[in-house]
């Protein structure tokens, strides 16, 4: 009966807009349902119609829910939203235009003059930097800790802590957290613990379950899968993600709709994605173990890796994420890079392509040379994101490139290094 009622609405509206003018019938003729579509649409509006003044004034006053603006309410991007608090097993999630956007959020919403913060160091050097320079104009001020020194943490912690932020594992040395200490540390000093969970994925690490207040994620990387996009999240608990719902009203650093649609359908994806990374990523770290020219490799498959028992407690899986040192410096290290043909050279991660930066003069180009010394941010240092490729092609492509690094200086490089 209700399907007959719509229908003679719609005959109805129809034989009105016959008796109208040309434009205001291409304007009023309505849109297709998309009930029966196999894939996901994408709510490309910016803003929706409502029944009744009655039934948008509830709306924005929250006395009842439903869509208001897509600077804040969009169902492609509560779509993606939705698909990644099942992931992370938290109970809310808010998305942002990027994970810049996130940090800021997070600051914006939980921080306030004279509060103070505690950064692993070594992490995203616009991260920290973020937190220092322009944070710090407003009287917050921030703390670097090395990641795997407690007692560095304990010291690091005052009356004035309300946040702790770390990247687990740190990138791009792979440094790990005990996440399920840090968080015992956060909550007796009533700190939130922040946990950057970009390099690992939900699928392979799941910081909420280690006592993690907020995690949170660069969706542009492995939630993407194809470098198309440019995002970030947040998720935890409920009470946790509404105060940053209501900044994100407010300041309008949201996620756009076809974003949101990406990402959604990479997250069906990613758990497949993620296997066949870390299966190129151990067979790539292997041989680069046994390189000659190749001073220190640096990844979370090492069983004397650090931290290894804190791997084999809170991560199922490991980063594609792997740095390595070249004989030679930064001249060998920018030989190496410049030779490569099949690995792009590219400041993102998590692609199906794999790409290779050189952090002490890109990422983490804004820590001063004694942070990069005291960091291990060497200039020698090469950070590479194994992709989806056939292995031994990777490989193939490393081993001319590691060759290259080696041969005697150019003139001009005699000249600069002179």
């Known amino acids: ?31 297709p349902s998309l009930d029966d579509s196999h894939a996901a ?22 006395v009842t829910e439903g869509n208001i603006y897509s600077r804040f309410t969009n169902p492609s991007v509560e779509h993606f939203e939705r698909k990644l608090t099942s992931l992370e097993n938290a109970e809310a999630a808010v998305a942002f235009a990027s ?90 000093n009533h700190a939130l613990l922040v ?12 910081p909420l379950n280690h006592g993690a207040d907020l995690v949170l994620h660069s969706t542009g990387k492995f939630m993407d899968g194809q470098g198309r996009t440019v995002g970030g999240v947040i998720a935890g608990r409920k009470d946790v993600i509404q105060p940053l719902k209501n900044y994100l009203r407010s300041s309008g650093t949201c996620m756009n709709a076809f974003t949101a ?22 067979k790539v770290e292997a041989w680069l173990r046994q390189q000659s020219c190749v001073k220190q490799v640096f990844s979370t498959f090492s069983p004397v890796h650090p931290q290894a028992e804190v791997i084999a407690k809170q991560q199922t899986g490991h980063s594609p994420v792997i740095s390595f ?36 003069s890109t990422t983490h180009c804004r820590y001063s040379q004694e942070e990069k010394l005291q960091y291990g941010i060497s200039d020698g240092l090469v950070r590479l994101c194994v992709g989806l490729e056939a ?4 490989i193939q492509d490393l081993g001319q490139a590691l060759a290259a690094s080696q041969v005697k200086h150019s003139l001009r490089e005699v000249v600069s290094l002179s």
């Open 195 to 206: 946990v950057d969970n970009t390099l690992l994925s939900p699928v392979n690490q799941r």
């Open 1 to 31: 009966m209700a399907d007959c009622y719509a229908l003679l609405i719609a005959d109805s509206m129809m034989k009105g807009i016959k008796s109208m003018e040309q434009s205001t019938r291409a304007i009023h003729m309505g849109f």
């Open 391 to 394: 292995s031994q092609d990777i």
């Open 261 to 282: 649609w990406v990402l959604s359908h990479g997250l069906d994806t990613l758990t497949a994605r993620m296997a066949m990374h870390e299966q190129n990523a151990r």
């Open 325 to 360: 040192i070249v004989e030679g410096g930064q001249a060998a290290a920018w030989r190496c890079i410049d030779a490569l043909n099949l690995v792009a050279r590219c400041t993102n991660i998590g692609d199906t392509k794999s790409m290779v930066t050189h952090p002490a």
């Open 41 to 62: 649409a994408i709510a490309m509006t910016s803003a929706y119609d409502f029944t009744s003044a009655q039934e948008a004034s509830d709306r924005f006053n929250g």
């Open 99 to 188: 994970g810049m956007a996130a940090y800021l959020a997070l600051a914006m919403t939980f921080l306030k003059q004279g509060d103070h913060v505690v950064l692993a160091s070594g992490i995203f050097g616009t991260t920290t930097h973020l937190f220092r320079q322009y944070f710090g104009q407003f009287g917050i001020t921030a703390t670097c800790v090395d990641l795997d020194d407690q007692h560095a943490w304990q010291a690091a912690m005052c009356d004035r802590t309300r946040m702790i932020l770390v990247e687990s594992p740190t990138n791009p040395l792979l440094k790990v957290a005990d996440l399920s200490w840090l968080s015992g540390l956060a909550k007796r």
